[in-house]
């Protein structure tokens, strides 16, 4: 259990929320319309706060629940604010057809959201292909990619907490293929697959 | 069950080939080097032949089992040879330390196939995400995509004899995310997951 904080105040906020309260987090949530962010803390309970939009997040997670396209520039805007903190980047860049991205893939929102990132504070890429129903209701497992052990580890317990699986599979550089499955599991939800409440994950075989 | 060429004659060409027979397909085996070729026939038994190298293969369904960088060159020079084919690329173009892809991300080794197949021949990206020991001891997930809704209901019922399920994740622009998830697999196993014996798959959480 640790201190997190979630930018956004959407759907996907609330879903991630409410998982961190149930696994006994402490929760802020920051939103630009802080009477939205008011109300989601309120909703969340259990002493879920709501903070001011700009300062420091109080959480050492900060995960940002936003559209992708708001992702690089509220890092932005905060700088300095997320020195030291684990930056968590759950977007999905679909294009508007969804199936191809909006980027080159020769990057990812959490690369560009590296480099643009405070001194200090680490990018995790996690949760992106998970959909938000399935993530409510089921037990997926959660890829994750980052360049520091340090802050994947922090992730890795923060998942843990959800009562979820978190899968390392790599650095930062591995973020355009965690990107492409999103994707792919867009593809396969529009071909049917479990009625839509599945997730990507791995099937272990050993005796 | 179908009639099914493999071409190749090593490692993945001898796994999915035994698979193949046991999945009561009829199987030939082509191969530059004729005496690997015949050996691997031999091997294989059950009627599985070893065919002319560069002749028309017996099969409906070609499955080039070979290394990445020689997939292309060996479309182009069987060229009319697999008008009609659907052609089962298996590769993953993966640099040499594992990390990374040798092609931009903006293609793939399906698509570049695709651009030198004769007409009349469909590409299908199968079976990359399996190492090959799971492919031979488990029952991973298979992931397909390609252009031609046929074609792929014709790898779907390859898949399906051999025991296993073929997820379609789309058309072959999907292929660079299938190669992409070749690489999260190597990036997942180097990460001790499932001590190897595991596969990307769907895990379903419907009621």
């Known amino acids: 259990m640790g201190d997190i904080t979630i930018i956004g105040t ?51 997670i900060v995960i940002t629940a936003l559209l992708y396209d708001g992702v690089v520039p509220v890092v932005v805007e905060y700088g300095d604010a997320l020195s030291g903190k684990v930056i968590v980047d759950i977007s999905n860049p679909f294009n508007a057809t969804f199936d191809g991205l909006t980027h080159s893939e020769e990057t990812s929102i959490a690369q560009e959201v590296a480099k643009v990132a405070p001194a200090g504070a680490s990018v995790v890429k996690a949760f992106n292909t998970i959909f938000r129903d399935v993530l409510e209701k089921g037990r997926p497992h959660v890829f994750i990619a980052g360049d520091s052990a340090e802050a994947k580890a922090s992730v890795k317990a923060f998942v843990e907490s959800l009562g979820l699986r978190a899968l390392d599979v790599g650095g930062l550089q591995m973020a355009p293929w965690l990107e492409g499955m999103g994707l792919v599991t ?15 994950g791995v099937n272990e075989f050993n005796g």
């Open 186 to 200: 867009v593809g396969l939800a529009g071909n049917g697959v479990g009625h839509g409440d599945f997730a990507l």
């Open 10 to 60: 959407g759907n996907m906020a609330r879903t991630i929320g409410t998982l961190a309260v149930a696994g006994g987090n402490t929760v802020e949530v920051l939103g630009r319309d802080q009477s939205k962010a008011d109300d989601l803390a309120k909703a969340l309970g259990s002493g879920t706060t709501a903070g001011e939009w700009g300062a420091v997040p109080s959480g050492d």
